[in-house]
Nanobody, 113 residues
């Protein structure tokens, strides 16, 4: 089981980024997938989760209305579209598959002017 995140970077407040999580080694279509983040000095927190087949999603209150999680099972990829970014969104973002308790290596997102 392997997860590889990409798409992080430096963005100004109000900007957008799209993170990608490429999955391999398991049947992606049968697995719920999550995005977490960890800011310096803080605990890792759940940002968003999508069920298998994308039938249901849920979000942390702090990102509702700004972030959207989606999946493309044919591409074996899960996405996190992040809009209206704020400095408080600065963190390392991790992809996670609960079924196998496996994390990606993380991708840094920095929101700063």
């Amino acid at each position: 089981v392997q997860l590889v995140e990409s798409g992080g970077g430096l963005v100004q407040p109000g900007g957008s980024l799209r993170l990608s999580c490429a999955a391999s080694g398991f049947t992606v279509s049968r697995s719920g997938m999550s995005w977490y983040r960890q800011a310096p000095g803080k605990e890792r927190e759940l940002v968003a989760h999508i069920t298998s087949a994308g039938s249901s999603t849920n979000y942390a209150d702090s990102v509702k209305g700004r972030f959207t999680i989606s999946r493309d099972d044919a591409m074996r990829t899960v996405y996190l579209q992040m809009n209206s970014l704020k400095p408080d969104d600065t963190a390392v973002y991790y992809c996670y598959v609960p079924r196998f308790k496996t994390w990606g290596q993380g991708t840094q997102v920095t929101v700063s002017s």
